[in-house]
């Protein structure tokens, strides 16, 4: 007879936030601990100057990319759409799925993260700027549930 090994897996949730929209706390330490890593950096010496000046490239600015923008914006309605911002032709009723919406706010977090730097500043301002309001919106959305869901526990024990 063949043996039969159990196969177990683990799940490890990467997003830095907690379902009420808190930064998780091994990723507060982990920004500590980066934070000492680097003032324990020795600085880095001077440049040596040569008698003639070498010619300065101009910085390089990165252009805006529509596509770029068009990802953020169709990101952004996702979030939007699955906050309760837009109706379910369906239903007539807004759409509410919190965890949806964290994994697109997620989705724009990492967007952010990974293209810093290399980002027209219109196009890092547009994915700060949605960023903010989708997580203060999350944030709303997440107490209203809460408290709807509170409110109908306490109904429910009083029948």
Not at 26 to 48: D, H, W
Not at 97 to 108: G, Q, S, T, V
Request: aromatic residues 4%.
């Amino acid at each position: 007879m063949a043996d039969h090994k159990e196969e177990t897996f683990r799940v490890i949730d990467r997003r830095p936030f907690t379902s009420e929209g808190e930064l998780r706390q091994e990723i507060v330490e982990e920004q500590e601990r980066e934070a000492k890593r680097e003032a324990a950096k020795p600085p880095a010496p001077p440049p040596v100057e040569s008698a003639k000046p070498a010619a300065v490239p101009p910085a390089e600015i990165p252009q805006r990319s529509q596509g770029f923008e068009n990802l953020v914006r169709m990101l952004g309605s996702n979030a939007a759409m699955v906050l309760g911002a837009y109706a379910d032709p369906r239903t007539g009723q807004p759409m509410l799925d919190p965890e949806a919406a964290r994994e697109f706010i997620d989705m724009l977090d990492a967007l952010r993260e990974k293209t810093k730097g290399n980002l027209a500043p219109e196009e890092d301002s547009l994915l700060l700027d949605l960023l903010g309001k989708l997580k203060m919106t999350y944030l709303e959305v997440n107490q209203a549930v809460a408290a709807q869901a509170a409110q109908q526990a306490k109904a429910k024990s009083r029948s």
